[in-house]
């Protein structure tokens, strides 16, 4: 039985190629390639629905007394840690594995956990399922970047790559607005349970629409079909071995670490900022989310014209406007916390804030070590990143999560958050983040 259903999920085998008219066969791969991409972008905005209810979630719980501070910062920690793990096995599997099977299957997963977390009200139970939670969650990145290389060629990956992460954006403007709803109407049950119930209909849609390798349907692979090979072609290596080269890669270790520091910034606003802008500003629950939701359609701006500028106007590199982005992204995210409470200034630093954030993590969260390393060994790059990512943004809700409880202090028996030495580390880690982008230049390309 074992045996059985490794088979299921492992990607099948090549097919003859289809025999026929040329023009036949390209509008079966469009059609294809074009269900695959509505698949993943709109599978992974679903995925991002159950990761950042939470965030929503978390005032209320605090409000309830279920938990503190402290507590939401080590459950989040425990989530960042199995997904980064999770991401970095699952993503090494992906290379192998039956890409839509292995990803509808994740969403489904990640779906039911959820609901169940709605029925909890007590930390042990539901730290332990914030975590089982996480290693499902980590069977979406590494799938989604397989499939875009798999269907999508060097030439027009960056512009498609960027395209695709808007789903994250998507999923978290909706989740913090839809959320917020549904914990005032009703409460923080509610958070946990609609999205569930939602996301795992979802999923079965996306097993019936999405396809795994062109090649697996008898069609040629996309470098190919697109003629668009890139200069060093590494076709004879064994996955294996192509995997083990990227590991061993400096540069894919230097981009790992930006994007460690970057997570840990993106995700200090992502997981605290409702939280900092209802304590520390003043804001409601559902004005906060207001503020960060513009982070998150700003976001899909810089996530769809970061890799549109980089193959247009930068001949396909990334270095540049990566860095142009991290000192913006610095800059917007020192606004947001050290200036006093105003509202255009927190709309505008979101708005800021979001544009760069939705580049960065396109860029430093897969696209430039993606650019570097073998087709074949994809999934291997997005798991060495994400093992650094999200290591940085399991610490980062430890030690937020540490600083912001340790200072806070009672007054007339209500407590009083201090958010200085975290926003400190905040706006730290955004520039640490940019330093390292700016050590990696003129890595060749591989096929």
């Not at 085998?13 to 991409?37: E, H």
């Not at 540049?320 to 255009?344: E, H, K, R, T």
């Not at 897969?366 to 087709?375: E, F, N, S, T, Y």
């Not at 291997?380 to 990512?389: E, H, P, R, V």
Request: proline letters at 2%.
């Amino acid at each position: 039985m074992f045996e059985e259903i490794i088979k299921f999920f492992t990607t099948g085998k090549d097919k003859p190629l289809i025999n026929g008219d040329q023009s036949q066969i390209a509008a079966l791969f469009n059609k294809l390639r074009w269900q695959v991409f509505t698949s993943i972008t709109l599978g992974y905005a679903l995925f991002y629905v159950l990761r950042l209810n939470f965030s929503v979630i978390k005032k209320p719980l605090m409000a309830a007394g279920v938990l503190d501070a402290q507590q939401l910062g080590i459950m989040g920690s425990v989530f960042f840690i199995t997904y980064g793990i999770g991401k970095f096995t699952n993503s090494f599997l992906a290379d192998r594995m039956n890409i839509k099977r292995f990803f509808a299957l994740g969403l489904f997963l990640s779906s039911i956990i959820t609901v169940i977390m709605g029925f909890c009200n007590e930390y042990l139970p539901l730290v332990v399922l914030w975590g089982i939670n996480g290693w499902f969650q980590s069977f979406g990145a590494g799938p989604c970047i397989v499939a875009l290389n798999q269907w999508f060629s060097n030439k027009e990956r960056g512009t498609y790559y960027g395209i695709w992460f808007t789903s994250h954006n998507l999923g978290a403007a909706f989740t913090y607005m839809a959320t917020a709803a549904l914990v005032g109407a009703y409460s923080w049950r509610a958070g946990f349970i609609m999205p569930g119930i939602v996301c795992a209909i979802g999923s079965i849609f996306i097993y019936f629409f999405m396809s795994d390798r062109p090649e697996t349907r008898g069609l040629p692979n996309v470098a190919d079909f697109k003629n668009d090979h890139a200069a060093i072609v590494e076709k004879d290596k064994s996955v294996g071995s192509l995997q083990w080269e990227v590991v061993k890669r400096p540069a894919v270790w230097i981009l790992g670490l930006s994007s460690c520091f970057c997570y840990i910034a993106r995700y200090a606003i992502e997981s605290w900022g409702i939280i900092y802008l209802t304590e520390a500003k003043g804001y409601t629950t559902m004005g906060a989310s207001g503020i960060l939701s513009i982070m998150q359609f700003a976001g899909i701006f810089g996530a769809l014209t970061c890799g549109l500028v980089s193959d247009k106007f930068f001949n396909h590199k990334r270095n540049l406007p990566c860095l142009i982005y991290g000192a913006l992204y610095a800059a917007a995210i020192a606004s947001f916390v050290w200036a006093p409470a105003n509202q255009w200034i927190d709309l505008g630093s979101m708005a800021v804030y979001g544009f760069t954030m939705g580049a960065l993590v396109c860029y430093l969260g897969g696209l430039m070590a993606v650019d570097i390393c073998p087709k074949r060994a994809t999934g291997a790059a997005m798991g060495m990143i994400g093992l650094l990512s999200y290591g940085g943004a399991a610490a980062q809700e430890a030690v937020s999560g540490y600083l912001i409880n340790s200072h806070m202090t009672i007054v007339n028996g209500k407590k009083i958050y201090d958010f200085t030495l975290a926003a400190d580390f905040w706006v730290a880690s955004a520039i640490i983040s940019m330093i390292l982008a700016a050590c990696v230049w003129n890595a060749k390309v591989k096929d």
